[in-house]
């Protein structure tokens, strides 16, 4: 396939509620979609997972854009492309940026599996028919209220809550979730709020029989998270430390993490992704697929990325609903009993809802090979 045409979008959406993390509060959600269209006029889209602002990784909505426009589409533009395989190594000479080489491969992955009348799931080698997903809760001070977000969330069948915590919010709020729901599979994403000085309070965590502490120590660090687990019972899972399949086998190695969640943008795309799944399968390390706060586009590829096997844990990926009054695909994600069951037709499988895309759209640009 040659890629002819890319449309690049500069999106503005709004999250229903807050979302608070130990970093900052999300409200607006600002990012980047993108077509690519290939010589017979397919097309594939791809999101673009940067934010707007550089608390989670140092990369932005704003460094995607100049990566992707200035670096990156040259190097895809009118190339004759086999497999999207190779997408990873047309981006070779280019050091990290992953979020913005993965919003380009992921509109490749997209377009090759429609061009090839397959899913992305098969495109992928995913078999599994639906997926069981979690649900990611922020920071809510008010604990009455977070007990019942919480409680509306298992009653919606969610299989796994996820709580974010940081320093003055952590064990004690774990202790009142634990005494509500004693028997829901539960866990805490610290997004790198500790230090090992705060191993004594870590250990308290223990007690309450978490599925796993998410990336507890600094965003760059696998070494002290190895020191750490050696004290913890609770399983540590890496998130932001993890760039590659090499990161993940240095942190297996060291025995830093015994999950990994698997985020696309944040390993550089699916190829990367599907390799670390691999790995990790070979090693008895089970993955889950984290969210972005993505739209449905980004929520698609997440979709499709967990049908395969050795995504064991319910993922981030909730339905359309959890942070959009619309979103913009069509049919949306839907949750049910916590499942989604993944679509059939071709590529992500939900079709882009253009009339939702114009409303949401600030800027459009236009590439040609
Ligand atoms: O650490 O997984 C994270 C949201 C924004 C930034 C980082 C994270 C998160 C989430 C929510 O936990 C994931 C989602 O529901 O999309
Ligand atoms: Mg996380």
Redesign the pocket.
């Known amino acids: 396939m040659i890629i002819k045409e890319v449309t690049m979008r500069k999106m503005k959406m709004s999250l229903k509620d807050p979302?608070t993390?130990s970093f900052g509060t999300f409200q607006d959600k600002d990012f980047l979609l993108l077509e690519a269209k290939d010589e017979l006029g397919n097309t594939g889209w791809g999101e673009s997972v940067a934010f707007h602002s550089p608390w989670?990784s140092e990369e932005t909505l704003e460094t995607n854009l100049h990566m992707i426009k200035d670096f990156l589409l040259p190097l895809v533009l009118g190339k004759e492309i086999g497999h999207p395989d190779e997408v990873n190594e047309l981006f070779s000479a280019i050091r990290r940026n992953n979020m913005a080489k993965s919003t380009i491969e992921g509109a490749i992955w997209d377009l090759y599996a429609k061009r090839n009348k397959l899913t992305l799931a098969e495109a992928l080698g995913g078999k599994q028919e639906k997926i069981e997903v979690g649900i990611?809760i922020g920071i809510d001070e008010d604990m009455d209220r977070l007990v019942e977000t919480v409680r509306g969330f298992i009653e919606e069948g969610y299989k796994r809550i996820?709580v974010k915590i940081k320093p003055g919010f952590d064990v004690e709020v774990m202790r009142e979730l634990r005494r509500n729901f004693p028997d829901v599979p539960m866990m805490a994403?610290a997004?790198s709020a500790y230090t090992l000085e705060d191993v004594d309070l870590l250990k308290q965590l223990d007690e309450f029989n978490l599925t796993m502490i998410e990336q507890p120590l600094a965003s760059d660090d696998i070494i002290d998270h190895a020191t750490l687990q050696k004290q913890l019972e609770t399983p540590i899972c890496l998130?932001e430390s993890i760039h590659s399949l090499e990161d993940t086998r240095k942190a297996v190695e060291l025995g830093s993490t015994k999950i990994i969640n698997i985020k696309i943008g944040r390993v550089g795309g699916l190829t990367e992704s599907k390799k670390i799944h691999d790995y990790c399968m070979e090693h008895g390390i089970p993955v889950w697929c984290?969210?972005?706060?993505?739209s449905g586009i980004g929520r698609a590829h997440n979709v499709a990325l967990t049908t395969l096997p050795n995504f064991i844990l319910p993922g981030?990926t909730?339905g359309s609903s959890r942070y959009w009054e619309q979103d913009i695909i069509s049919p949306e994600v839907i949750v049910e009993d916590g499942y989604i069951t993944v679509p059939t037709g071709y590529g992500i499988g939900y079709e882009p809802d253009l009339e939702a895309i114009d409303q949401f759209t600030v800027e459009t640009m236009h590439f040609k090979a």
């Open positions: 979302f993390t989670y990611s996820k994403d997004n998130d984290g969210g972005m706060l993505e981030d909730a």
